[in-house]
T-cell receptor, first 111, second 115 residues
Framework: AQRVTQPEKLLSVFKGAPVELKCNYS??????LFWYVQYSRQRLQLLLR??SRESIKGFTADLNKGETSFHLKKPFAQEEDSAMYYC?????????????FGTGTLLAVQP | DTEVTQTPKHLVMGMTNKKSLKCEQH?????MYWYKQKAKKPPELMFV???????INESVPSRFSPECPNSSLLNLHLHALQPEDSALYLC??????????????FGSGTQLSVL
């Protein structure tokens, strides 16, 4: 069964501090993993995906298959990073893929 | 146009009412999705349409009836809902459902309250 676990409901840090949002997954095949973000009063949007190996808004995430993790990191948090972050897994079911979300972590960056 | 548009933004309905939620995109995407999101919970997949055909139904009660009249439109028809169906209903689209790393574009949602 495919499952995404985000152990922290809330992560509060000060501006300029490093941030790590944890995500662990369970999937029998080779998953595609994503981070989606929802800023206050804005729609849910893609932040980054593991296959792109990109840095978006200073955030990076590395897929660790040995630890089945896809943690989101940023070296210096900014107040505008405050949002709800969802880790998501795309699982394959025949010809149809399903995007499954974790429970989300609310990041609060204090001034 | 790179947006998914949902109407209405808010909807209040009684348990005997019939209403419809609408979703529209003009990005040429051939996969469209309905998600349900309760407060402080992650989005939960309800339905997936691929090339206007229902591809996934996540055991959703029949009081929710999806419809995809063409490649740009997705409707969700509501009838005899229960108060526990109150939630934010999100529509999303992607280029297709096959292949990996498909980016989903989400609408801003319809906040539904069932009285």
């Amino acid at each position: 069964a495919q499952r995404v676990t985000q152990p922290e409901k809330l992560l509060s840090v000060f501006k300029g501090a490093p941030v790590e949002l944890k995500c662990n997954y369970s999937y029998s095949g080779s998953p595609e993993l994503f981070w989606y973000v929802q800023y206050s009063r804005q729609r849910l949007q893609l932040l980054l995906r593991h296959i792109s190996r990109e840095s978006i808004k200073g955030f990076t995430a590395d897929l660790n298959k040995g630890e089945t993790s896809f943690h989101l990191k940023k070296p210096f948090a900014q107040e505008e990073d405050s949002a709800m972050y969802y880790c998501a897994l795309m699982g394959y079911g025949g010809a149809t893929n399903k995007l499954i979300f974790g429970t989300g972590t609310l990041l609060a960056v204090q001034p | 146009d790179t947006e998914v548009t949902q109407t209405p933004k808010h909807l209040v309905m009684g348990m005997t009412n019939k209403k419809s939620l609408k979703c529209e995109q003009h990005m040429g995407h051939r996969a469209m999705y309905w998600y349900k999101q309760k407060a402080k919970k992650p989005p939960e997949l309800m339905f997936v349409y691929s090339y206007e055909k229902l591809s996934i139904n996540e055991s959703v009660p029949s009081r929710f009836s999806p419809e995809c009249p063409n490649s740009s439109l997705l409707n969700l028809h509501l009838h005899a809902l229960q108060p526990e169906d109150s939630a934010l209903y999100l529509c999303a689209s992607s280029l297709s459902i096959a292949g990996g790393s498909e980016k989903l574009f989400f609408g801003s949602g319809t906040q539904l309250s069932v009285l």
